[in-house]
Every structure is written in structure tokens, then in C-alpha cells.
């Protein structure tokens, strides 16, 4: 089992403004991240999140750092997985 973590799930762990941020931070914190294996988030994940904050928050520095410490820093609890050509294609196919 693992579990795959989604642009919205991030963004509301992070950003306050966000109407689910409550929410997602009591979940985040009441999870047993252990116990479910692999935690993870896809590249496609990675390029959504940094587009929807650039919007959602008029490119504000702050809210960018936060997403940066979020996957490349002491914040990050899961690995990204870079997709493969093929990959893509599949995804798109099944959409």
C-alpha cells in the first residue's frame, strides 16, 4: 500500500488562505505516515503545485518557499517519481 499525494492536498497543507487548510493540517498530523509504506507525489504534481500557487497567491515569495521547503527541503515526507515519456503517454490514454 502507499499513498499518493495530490496538488490540492499540498497546497492546502501549506498554504493558510487555503478554505481546507484546517482540515488537511489536523489529517496531516493524525496520519500514520509509517504505516502505509510508500508516500509519494508525481513530477506533474510538482509543475501544477508551483503554477497554482504562482496564481492563487499573485506569485507571493513567501507561499514559493514554503511549497520549495515542501519538496526540497527539511519539510519534504515523500518522494517524487519523474515520469517517463511512455508514461505520459499512458496517463494520457487512459484520461
Do not use: C, P
Amino acid at each position: 500500500m502507499g499513498i499518493l499525494l495530490d496538488t490540492g492536498f499540498l497546497f492546502s497543507l501549506k498554504i493558510k488562505q487555503d478554505k481546507f487548510h484546517t482540515k488537511t493540517k489536523k489529517l496531516f498530523k493524525n496520519i500514520n505516515w509509517k504505516s502505509y509504506g510508500l508516500i509519494a507525489t508525481s513530477s506533474l504534481v510538482v509543475n501544477e503545485l508551483h503554477t497554482l500557487v504562482n496564481i492563487r497567491t499573485k506569485a507571493n515569495l513567501n507561499a514559493l518557499k514554503q511549497i520549495e521547503d515542501l519538496f526540497w527541503g527539511e519539510e519534504n515526507f515523500f518522494s517524487i517519481i519523474f515520469l517517463q515519456l511512455q508514461e505520459f503517454k499512458e496517463i494520457a490514454r487512459i484520461i
